[in-house]
């Protein structure tokens, strides 16, 4: 069987999943959306698509997947009109910012028994699944403290900084969606310290810069998550899992593996310096493996629950900053 | 000017600074204390030095300085003893477990206008010394996150953790006193959270074998601290400094600087596995610190201030976990 | 303009350059040529090009250039057959295994005038690109050894050994380019030790699987190469640079960047298995490379003279080992 | 028992020993010997031993060994005056710089049956040891390729050159004799390569400055040894060894261990840049083993045996060069 496209948003992230989809075997991009003509023009000239709009997409009967690259705010009701028209639905996180708008679209989506995976691409990280593997293999015995440390060069834009919903929804969501998949519990407490440091004006737009979470599951299992919009030397993305038989650790990338010696010392380049490069494999497995559920009819791997539990350890980090104090993520799920 | 010194203790850390203070020019043991006669017999058999009494040790002039490795539940009373007989003191951390005590007994140093260092031996670790030099020259910009990861390879005998003072006071108490040297500003705020993941008697002794620290200061700068009683790799002993301009890092130190590779990968050796083999180096710089201060009259580069600032960030851990909140330093100084 | 590509043979490193011409922008495959009808129609299925007998894509006006796969005893006459025709052409090395028929073929190159690069994929790949790029940058200053250390996984089958002119020529003959390319000089002498180590089934079809050769330019550089058939810790590619003024090295690539630590130290996975693995991007670059010269009508950046005079090298060596002498390249290439 | 030692020479390298005499269980300083005044008396006042003259120290009853770290010239004269004498005799490398003197000294300690060890100080080196007994083990099966890059951080004084013997009795020495070390088999052809590059005025002394060897064993093993007198990043000494099952290699010693990341890249400090600084250990562990061997009547691990190895390992290397051929070591050693 071959999964064939509709790819909405022909922006930065529309064009890697194109892509993405070109290169794995058994998917097909057969049309692209994009309110701008040249985006989807060029989609067109570079993968012979159509082009057409979201409603003629939604139309199609020659479309059995959709990849949602819009804008966040058109997340929800975007998976929720595929969903019902029975097309499976691949989003970029977030759901939503909002956790009761994300509870009533999986909802829908569990009504109609459809099929949403959520994009946390970090999970497909070759790297990362080694160590996911080795942890599921048992090599470092049972999980006891996760590790996270994830920066980024530079801060995004303010506009973008304005509407992502704070660092803890727009950035340190990728770290506890890999949390909870390498701490394999739910977590139970959230406390977390933030601080803006690399520029007032995120501040004043009312985010931090700088924050680090805790995390404890009910049986003691912890994990710390260390985020800063700025890295001079580039974006840091480590994890370690540290278990009762020793620890599993993924490096970060370097620019090129080399390695200069001088009277200075030993200089090796920076890291790579953005995320499309550091996670390229990552997105190209990431679709194979929404093709791959598609296709047998099973479960994607990652899910709109994950989705969802992602965004409320998001809220609950909040409330702890703002209450200086260890919130339960029942206070948030009720 | 030499420095003649009297060391109360003969035990392992006794041990370690006797033979610190035979590498160190301008230092002479003169007289060991201990009630076991066997070991003080053989520091007196390896060094030549003199076998005397604690109060005999007072009574002598020709002891300059004291090193007190006696059990913690004595210090402050020796502290006190030699401070007001003007001999200078190097004491092992921590000088009392009571924050209380603690202050009465700086309080004497300071009207008796003595010296007094408190062994805080890391600082004296030559690759954390080349970290806080890469910080203080302005080689990673402003401090923004410290990040300090401290593992032992086992936990203490199960009665030794009945009387340290609890995992904070007792272990975490060193990584307290690194945050402090390299945030280079006093912290406001503490968070913490606890749990016993490596053997239950630990909780049943009232106590935590992993726990995770965030510390934050006025002006935003946080440090997080990772601790375990159990790394099944070796005596795990990192930091890393994040700055505006970038990050230095201290990595661990191997059993041997090899790998061997083969079908199943490359191996490295285990982590050294023992304080005083890692530290080996920290507790010679650390002895030839105190000589140096001693001999020119000068301000200890520890001092008991020290000791007591990273004993309330232990009471604040504490209080953090058992009130699932922040906690202010101010709450535990007053 | 658009490149358009016949790729004769369809095997195993037409299949990558196929791969390639359809990753690079410029490129595009016309026609693919193989006496195996299920070769050619497998690339025809994924890439949609015609199938086309070498004779026909001679013949062919929508054929700008021609990648040659085929064995290597056909690659003199390919070349010559295709540059009279005017087509650009990519040939995988070597051209010949006999120096008289390379001199010959690149004469006829010369006469008409035609495009010729010889695949060095090595010159391609990021790392080695970078410690090019850092050398003519002067970084280590002037050039004083060349350290490469090449190792397969393991050794090929035993009458491919017999038909591949021996190790010199077919596997040191890719350190032999990269070396010239590092020292920037001609070699002068070359000396080469050679053993039998992994199987003595090598030896008896009268190889070497173990070898190290020394180079030296006129003005004095040395390069020297460690070969290996067999390395079971994985497919070990570095080389080393020496310079006036510090090193510059290109090290190994992992299956995955991890470490696992346990009580019996720290393991990191093996090093990629396979030379199509380790180098896929240098062929991507490499085609890349090629289309580029061949559109700006420029010289190709490795050419037969390139492919001429890692032969002679390679003669040299087999001529030391058979002599234990140093042998000097005039004395090959006369 | 405890060794009773008397130290010929108390220049830099007899103060080492003397500084291991001092820490080493069993074994005491008795007397120093120097023509020059001050230097013995540094040592008499750190260690307490006696001022005597070599003769006075022959005839002295209260010495069981002595060590020479006289010039090069007086050591065969000294070895055996003292073997004579039935005096251990621990010797800096080399006994002589002639292979005849050599031979006729060794006959000279044979027919007296005495102890001599020749200090080649790096088969002692804890990293290095892990190596071989790595290696022993069976770690890496059958030993196939040994790889041995040594570099000084900078050329000796041109005095200290020109009566040194030349680079491949000077330095390479140490090389040669791990090899031997490592191969576990003798060397049966030695083809070397050598330029001037680092200064003029060493060719001008008739010496190089930047050498490649290879060794080969009668079984086909084969050993790699680079040289230069100059790496401006410090005193860079590795070793590999690969077998028929893995690798095991011992990786440079920096500075501080420490990393300093940044918009550059990533930076460690320089190798130690001093053979004193880098071979610590290794000096402590040599006298060690040495006294161990004296005490118990064995064999020492290093003997006058690989003294004379090494030497003819190294005429070899010159002849290798100028006559640029592969030498036979049957051509030296007769």
């Given amino acids: 069987m071959t999964v064939r496209f509709g790819v909405l948003g022909a922006g930065r992230i529309g064009q890697v999943h194109a892509g993405a989809i070109a290169s794995v075997d058994g998917a097909k991009l057969v049309a692209i959306a994009d309110p701008l003509a040249a985006a989807a023009e060029a989609m067109q000239n570079k993968y012979g698509c ?11 009967d020659d479309v059995d997947a959709v990849i949602i690259c819009t804008p966040t705010d058109t997340h929800a009701d975007l998976i929720e009109q595929f969903s019902r028209l029975g097309k ?127 995390l404890r599951t ?18 840091d993305q480590r994890i370690e899992v540290l278990g009762s038989l020793g620890m599993v650790a993924a490096r970060n990338h370097h620019e090129a593996n080399i390695e200069i010696a001088g009277g200075a010392g030993f200089k090796k380049p920076p890291l790579l310096n953005f995320f499309m490069t550091r996670y390229t494999a990552a997105y190209a497995n990431e679709i194979e493996a929404f093709v791959a559920a598609v296709s047998d009819g099973e479960e994607t791997p990652t899910t709109g629950h994950d989705g969802m539990m ?9 409330k702890s900053v703002e209450e200086a104090r260890a919130v339960k993520l029942t206070e948030i799920l009720g």
Same sequence: chains 1, 2, 3, 4.
């Fill in 50 to 60: 159509d082009i057409r709009t979201i409603d003629e997409i939604s139309a199609s």
């Fill in 218 to 235: 009910a049986s003691g299992k912890q994990a710390v998550i260390t985020n800063s919009r700025r890295a001079a030397y580039g974006y």
């Fill in 88 to 214: 499976a639905v691949f989003c970029e996180k977030p759901v939503d910012l909002s956790l009761t708008r994300v509870r009533d679209c999986l909802k829908t989506v569990e009504e109609e028994n459809a099929t949403l995976m959520v994009g946390f691409n970090r999970r497909f990280d070759p790297d990362f699944m080694a160590v996911k593997a080795a942890v599921d293999a048992g090599q470092v015995g049972t999980v006891e403290m996760v590790t996270i440390t994830s920066r980024d060069p530079g801060a995004p834009p303010l506009d973008y900084i304005a509407r992502s919903g704070g660092i803890f929804r727009d950035m340190t969501i990728h770290d506890f969606d890999i949390a909870r998949w390498l701490l394999g519990e739910e977590v139970e407490t959230v406390m977390a310290s933030a601080s803006v440091m690399t520029d007032p004006a995120i501040g004043e737009a009312g985010d931090f810069d700088s924050v680090n979470v805790l």
């Fill in 310 to 318: 992602a965004l409320a350890l998001a809220d609950a980090a909040v």
